[in-house]
Nanobody, 123 residues
Framework: QVHVMESGGGLAQAGGSLTLSCAAS????????IGWFRQAPGQEREPVAA????????SYVDDVRGRFRIIRDNAKSMVSLEMSSLKTEDTAVYYC????????????????WGQGTQVTVSS
């Protein structure tokens, strides 16, 4: 089984930047992809970005494309989410998820989920 843990959340001003990190442990040799999701208060969880564990495939939802960047470091078993030009609408709990079977922006692909890290963007 693969375990993931997020770090790096916090408070930022609109227009600012934050970087989240996702550390994977356990059977990382079984990884196929890592995804980032977020859930704002009173809202459904939604996808943000995903990266395949091998190769160069990455995916972003339209709302963050051009503002967020997902970066994979296989040697460290880590994935970062660099967030810039933050908006107040980006305020949410951000979750990292690991898949041992696929890759993409669909939550059902993912087997393991982190506890989440809060990102708050103030105006």
């Amino acid at each position: 089984q693969v375990h993931v843990m997020e770090s790096g959340g916090g408070l930022a001003q609109a227009g600012g930047s934050l970087t989240l990190s996702c550390a994977a442990s356990g059977r990382t040799s079984a990884l196929h992809g890592i995804g980032w999701f977020r859930q704002a208060p009173g809202q459904e969880r939604e996808p943000v970005a995903a990266v395949a564990w091998t190769g160069s495939r990455v995916s972003y939802v339209d709302d963050v494309r051009g503002r967020f960047r997902i970066i994979r470091d296989n040697a460290k078993s880590m994935v970062s989410l660099e967030m810039s030009s933050l908006k107040t609408e980006d305020t949410a709990v951000y979750y990292c998820a690991a898949s041992t079977s696929g890759y993409g922006l669909m939550a059902y692909v993912y087997d393991s989920w982190g506890q989440g890290t809060q990102v708050t963007v103030s105006s």
